[in-house]
């Protein structure tokens, strides 16, 4: 059965090691640091989903499976999340901002070096620990910053001041077209070098303790659990989705969650306290943050990926190429004219852009307007509280997946989505840790916070699985006739119908929808947020 921790302080005081009377100038320099180095997480996420069209061709046979570097990240940030948010209530949460970042230098490194697809997924895995730092960082600016301040220091943290937003896709880009993908873990690596002695110096350390006990078992379980019902998800297409060796995966990250369920049940400090979860207020925030992730997924990975893929003729004259060079090597020499490709589907979408086009074109303007509507979202939050922004965020992303899915593919058409969309998320990612602040005790901050932050990190593993399903059960297919006689149809690597993609963007339109259903039936949050003081 779980217990309630027990909140103690290193110091006496009523609201120990809180800065209520520092400077504004100290104030937001803690909050720039802060901020600054838990961007490490989001600027890599958007710029290597972005790259991975460009990774892909550096492991031979991944193909779509490419994807897992991204549901691998996930996965290992959703289980360890909880853990690290209970170890910095426990042991510090400055100390375990730093240990976060030793963990993704090491994981960058061993991406950057690395032709082994397994290391590859292990340098990820190591990478998606820095995924805590926003739960750690949660727990500092409540800890630490004036009451005044903590609704506004939630948005900016959430949607950052700039790094990932403006430069993360340019510096991407640049990285990516005029080096490598591996440079990206190479500066991502040093940016968090030098960011960890500002961190040192600038951050003070909260006082604040609670007692307890990991459950590293529970989170264990959970990530196994999940990861084998995503396997299901996205290797359904190629295993037979009812053959009983596809059941098998499915049926066993069903019991695995099962045995989750009981587990959580018996130990003194869980991963998820079931107390919390039978709260309204959190479990309410936490099912919205759920369904709401599934979108952000599948767009950070979708719109770079199809943006970056060849137009279709030059598809077609590619694979024309590969089969004019094929007969050369066996010695049969063939003219161009003698070689016609037919696409069966062909596809709409595809721009053929570079990195640094796409990054120019929409995602900068995306990730511009999300930080932005983030501070402005946790500002309205002081006044109106947090649920009406959110609310206003689940309908504008709700519309922008139906335009998605119904709308042309064309550039324009996806950069005139993606702007309301990046305002969304940016309103979505302020409002969501406000309502957990405004939800609990101080005492459980670093456990709510770290199972918002397993809900956000499951939900995008979740939809991106969902999308590679869709995409595998709808491939390009091209039919080669060499003088006339045409070859039997084969995939094109990398290449998808609309259809699949179309399905994808219905699919967490339908799960946005769920979120916006469940946040209007939410009680809380329609107070102005206080930071906390409530309780």
């Given at each position: 059965?779980?217990?309630?921790?027990?909140?103690?302080?290193?110091?006496?005081?009523?609201?120990?090691?809180?800065?209520?009377?520092?400077?504004?100038?100290?104030?937001?320099?803690?909050?720039?640091v802060?901020?600054?180095?838990?961007?490490?997480?989001?600027?890599?996420?958007?710029?290597?989903?972005?790259a991975?069209?460009?990774i892909?061709?550096?492991?031979?046979?991944?193909?779509?499976?490419?994807?897992?570097?991204?549901i691998?990240?996930?996965?290992v940030?959703?289980?360890?999340?909880?853990?690290?948010?209970?170890?910095s209530?426990i042991?510090?949460?400055?100390?375990?901002?730093?240990?976060c970042?030793?963990?993704?230098?090491?994981?960058?490194?061993?991406?950057a070096?690395?032709?082994?697809?397994?290391?590859f997924?292990?340098?990820?895995?190591?990478?998606?620990?820095?995924?805590?730092?926003?739960?750690?960082?949660?727990?500092?600016?409540?800890?630490?910053?004036p009451?005044?301040?903590?609704?506004?220091?939630?948005?900016?943290?959430?949607?950052?001041?700039?790094?990932?937003?403006?430069?993360?896709?340019?510096?991407?880009?640049?990285l990516?077209?005029?080096?490598?993908?591996?440079?990206?873990?190479?500066?991502?690596?040093?940016?968090?070098?030098?960011m960890?002695?500002?961190?040192?110096?600038?951050?003070?350390?909260?006082?604040?303790?609670?007692?307890?006990?990991?459950?590293?078992?529970g989170?264990?379980?959970?990530?196994?659990?999940?990861?084998?019902?995503?396997?299901?998800?996205?290797?359904?297409?190629?295993?037979?989705?009812?053959?009983?060796?596809?059941?098998?995966?499915?049926?066993?990250?069903?019991?695995?969650?099962?045995?989750?369920?009981?587990?959580?049940?018996?130990?003194?400090?869980?991963?998820?306290?079931?107390?919390?979860l039978v709260?309204?207020?959190?479990?309410?925030?936490?099912?919205?943050?759920?369904?709401?992730?599934?979108?952000?997924?599948?767009?950070?990975?979708?719109?770079p990926?199809?943006?970056?893929?060849?137009e279709?003729?030059?598809?077609?004259?590619?694979v024309?190429?590969?089969?004019?060079?094929?007969?050369?090597?066996?010695?049969?020499?063939l003219?161009?004219?003698?070689?016609?490709?037919?696409l069966?589907?062909?596809?709409?979408y595809?721009?053929?852009?570079?990195?640094?086009?796409?990054?120019?074109?929409?995602?900068?303007?995306?990730?511009?307007?999300?930080?932005?509507?983030?501070?402005?979202?946790?500002?309205?939050?002081?006044?109106?509280?947090?649920?009406?922004?959110?609310?206003?965020?689940?309908?504008?992303?709700?519309?922008?997946?139906?335009?998605?899915?119904?709308?042309?593919?064309?550039?324009?058409?996806?950069?005139?989505?993606?702007?309301?969309?990046?305002a969304?998320?940016?309103?979505?990612?302020?409002?969501?840790?406000?309502?957990?602040?405004?939800?609990?005790?101080?005492?459980?901050?670093?456990?709510?916070?770290?199972?918002?932050?397993?809900m956000?990190?499951?939900?995008?593993?979740v939809?991106?699985?969902?999308?590679?399903?869709f995409?595998?059960?709808?491939?390009?297919?091209?039919?080669?006739?060499?003088?006339?006689?045409?070859?039997?149809?084969?995939d094109?690597?990398?290449?998808?119908?609309d259809?699949?993609?179309?399905?994808?963007?219905?699919?967490?339109?339908?799960?946005?929808?769920?979120?916006?259903?469940?946040?209007?039936v939410?009680?809380?949050g329609?107070?102005?947020?206080?930071?906390?003081?409530?309780?």
């Amino acid at each position: 059965m779980s217990t309630t921790p027990t909140l103690h302080a290193e110091a006496s005081g009523n609201d120990p090691g809180r800065l209520e009377d520092a400077s504004r100038i100290r104030v937001f320099a803690i909050l720039t640091v802060i901020v600054l180095f838990t961007e490490v997480a989001p600027v890599q996420y958007t710029i290597v989903a972005a790259a991975l069209q460009k990774i892909s061709p550096s492991f031979p046979g991944v193909g779509a499976n490419i994807t897992w570097s991204m549901i691998v990240y996930g996965l290992v940030g959703a289980a360890a999340s909880p853990l690290i948010g209970k170890m910095s209530d426990i042991w510090g949460k400055k100390r375990m901002f730093l240990a976060c970042g030793l963990f993704f230098i090491v994981g960058c490194g061993v991406c950057a070096l690395t032709s082994s697809w397994t290391l590859f997924l292990l340098g990820r895995a190591l990478q998606a620990i820095a995924v805590a730092t926003a739960v750690i960082a949660y727990g500092l600016i409540r800890d630490l910053l004036p009451r005044r301040y903590v609704p506004l220091g939630m948005g900016v943290t959430a949607t950052g001041l700039g790094f990932s937003a403006l430069l993360g896709p340019v510096l991407g880009g640049w990285l990516v077209d005029d080096y490598s993908w591996r440079a990206i873990f190479w500066v991502l690596l040093g940016y968090t070098v030098v960011m960890m002695p500002l961190v040192w110096f600038v951050v003070p350390e909260s006082k604040l303790r609670t007692s307890g006990r990991l459950d590293i078992a529970g989170a264990l379980l959970l990530a196994a659990g999940i990861g084998l019902v995503l396997l299901y998800i996205d290797k359904g297409q190629d295993w037979g989705w009812a053959r009983p060796r596809a059941w098998a995966w499915l049926l066993a990250g069903l019991v695995l969650i099962a045995v989750f369920g009981v587990v959580e049940r018996r130990v003194s400090h869980p991963v998820m306290d079931v107390r919390l979860l039978v709260n309204p207020k959190v479990s309410l925030t936490l099912f919205v943050a759920l369904f709401a992730a599934f979108i952000i997924g599948v767009q950070s990975y979708a719109i770079p990926y199809m943006t970056q893929s060849p137009e279709s003729h030059t598809a077609a004259q590619m694979v024309a190429g590969g089969a004019i060079q094929k007969a050369q090597a066996a010695g049969v020499k063939l003219p161009p004219q003698a070689v016609d490709v037919a696409l069966k589907p062909g596809y709409s979408y595809g721009e053929g852009w570079s990195l640094t086009g796409y990054a120019t074109h929409i995602a900068i303007w995306l990730a511009l307007l999300s930080m932005v509507t983030g501070a402005l979202a946790g500002a309205w939050a002081r006044k109106v509280g947090p649920r009406r922004p959110m609310l206003l965020a689940l309908t504008v992303m709700a519309a922008t997946g139906v335009g998605f899915a119904v709308c042309p593919f064309g550039w324009v058409t996806l950069l005139l989505l993606a702007l309301p969309f990046g305002a969304a998320i940016g309103g979505y990612y302020a409002s969501a840790p406000n309502l957990i602040v405004e939800a609990v005790p101080q005492e459980q901050q670093g456990v709510s916070a770290g199972m918002l932050a397993v809900m956000q990190t499951i939900g995008v593993a979740v939809g991106v699985a969902a999308a590679t399903a869709f995409n595998h059960a709808h491939p390009v297919r091209a039919v080669v006739a060499v003088a006339g006689r045409p070859n039997p149809a084969v995939d094109i690597p990398g290449l998808y119908s609309d259809r699949g993609y179309e399905l994808g963007f219905w699919f967490v339109a339908g799960t946005t929808v769920v979120a916006l259903i469940a946040a209007l039936v939410m009680r809380h949050g329609r107070a102005p947020a206080t930071g906390g003081t409530a309780h």
